[in-house]
């Protein structure tokens, strides 16, 4: 299977207000296969945006190699690094959209940056976006006029605009009612489908994200461990793993520890 990202021993530490050394990323090594969906997983502050960013080359690693379809993220320069972002739908925590721009341009942005389509055209694609993504008569708001859940979805469908190979969402349902989640995650599998993009999610949205994983990644202590399945998870033996599984996948998925 061919790797949209491959991670090979990055380490990644901050200094502490204390003078000690925090290793977010210990020698991490794995790889996102493409086309596919990876979601990441993991405690707050255990290092899950910092790998975002680090994919995307907005933090450098302390040492290690990151590949992006092969290129080598941690020796491109700031014009490759450019080029390299052009692959990528990215959504940030937050939403960060820009508080001048309505709905309506927010989203036409990428459009009018990175293409050559007409008025029309853009309107035509924004259009079909809002309606997906329910955000239809709402397009002539500012965000300061948005409720969270709407903010979210005005910055999903934006960073969906270019039709991206790899797509990084930081918590992308957060703050969604259940009911838009679940849309959320349909329109992410049939947009998966129809375009065949890599998915990097980055989630609490425990299990029910899992329905949508191909492989789960989660974060602890600096450490990452890789599961090709939520069953997978549940049958570690580590005690770390065994600990997230009872605090976030519920007593169905803990019958064989009763069992034990
Ligand atoms: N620029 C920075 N300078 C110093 N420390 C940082 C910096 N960025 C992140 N950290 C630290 O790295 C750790 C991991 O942060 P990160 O934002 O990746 O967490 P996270 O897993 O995304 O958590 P959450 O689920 O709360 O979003 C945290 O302890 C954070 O304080
Ligand atoms: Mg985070």
């Known amino acids: 299977m061919t790797s949209a990202i491959e991670f090979k021993n990055v380490v990644k530490t901050f200094a502490k207000a204390n003078g000690s050394v925090q290793a977010v990323l210990d020698r991490v090594s794995f790889s996102i296969p493409a086309g596919k969906t990876t979601v990441v997983a993991g405690g707050s502050g255990q290092g899950k945006s910092v790998t975002l960013k680090i994919i995307l080359g907005l933090m450098q690693p302390d040492s290690g190699q990151v590949f992006v379809h092969g290129r080598e993220v941690t020796r491109a320069s700031g014009k ?11 959504l940030f925590q937050g939403a960060a959209l820009f508080d001048s721009l309505t709905v309506f341009e927010n989203i036409a942005l990428p459009l009018r940056e990175r293409t050559r389509k007409s008025e029309q055209e853009i309107r035509r694609q924004v259009e079909k976006t809002l309606a997906q993504f329910e955000l239809t008569g709402h397009e002539d708001k500012y965000p300061a006029q948005l409720s969270g859940g709407m903010k979210k979805r005005v910055g999903l469908s934006r960073a969906m605009q270019l039709s991206p190979s790899i797509m990084l969402f930081d918590e992308p349902t957060t703050g969604l009612d259940p009911v838009m989640t679940q849309d959320i995650y349909h329109l992410f599998a049939k947009t998966q489908a129809e375009f065949g993009f890599t998915s990097v999610i980055v989630s609490h949205d425990i299990p029910k994200i899992f329905n949508l994983a191909d492989q789960v990644i989660i974060l602890n202590s600096g450490k990452m461990d ?23 996948m519920g007593t169905i998925y803990q019958s064989h520890l009763v069992e034990k």
């Open 226 to 248: 890789v599961f090709d399945s939520p069953e997978q998870i549940q049958w570690s033996e580590k005690p770390h793993i065994q600990e997230f599984v009872q605090t976030t």
């Open 80 to 90: 490759e690094l450019e080029a390299l972002r052009t692959q990528f739908g990215v």
